[in-house]
């Protein structure tokens, strides 16, 4: 697994999204940007979870197109990538990600993603790096965890982003 490759292709894609585009972030703003970033992860996290029907107890499980899942779960860890290389997060490694502890309850792991993007967020307003950086290493890892509970492997994730993201890295 190699997570700075994810990174950078992360960065690259972002700094080619802002050449094309005519928004600058300055009239935007800050603190926009940043608030914009947190609630498009909660919002592509919320629709993994929609798409699974997971919090419907009373509903069985339908099949869901796989492709259609991985396009979903890429689309919420391109913020989350996003937030850690805005915020120097992008030092994590394997080692960090492995020493957090996994679940196989995949109500319980959207439940603790959703409460770790929160603390998350408010660590980073606070300027508390360490536990910003701690916070976000678990957040990672429960993500990571959550894709492996729906049947997704890091290595197939990793490489349908690489497969579909590279632009010249």
């Known amino acids: 697994m190699e997570l700075n490759q994810l990174f950078k292709i992360q960065e690259v894609i972002e700094n080619h999204i802002k050449k094309l585009s005519d928004i600058d972030e300055n009239v935007v703003g800050e ?7 947190f609630l498009a992860l909660q919002v592509k996290t919320a629709e993994i979870a929609n798409l699974t029907k997971c919090y419907k107890y009373y509903k069985i499980k339908e099949n869901i197109p796989r492709e259609k899942l991985i396009i979903r779960y890429i ?3 391109k913020f989350l990538l996003s937030i850690g290389n805005a915020h120097g997060f992008n030092i994590i490694n394997n080692d960090a ?8 309850n995949i109500i319980k792991l959207f439940s603790n993603i959703f409460d770790d993007i929160r603390d998350l967020k408010k660590l980073i307003l606070q300027q508390d790096y360490v536990n910003s950086l701690s916070v976000y290493i678990r957040l990672f890892a429960r993500y990571i965890n959550l894709g492996e509970c729906l049947g997704l492997s890091f290595e197939e994730v990793y490489d349908y982003y690489l497969k579909n993201n590279c632009l010249s890295v």
């Not at 603190?31 to 970033?37: C, G, H, I, S, Y």
């Not at 990600?97 to 196989?104: H, L, P, T």
């Open 31 to 37: 603190e926009n940007v940043f608030d914009l970033k």
């Open 75 to 77: 689309d919420a860890m």
């Open 97 to 104: 990600i492995e020493a957090v502890e996994k679940s196989d």
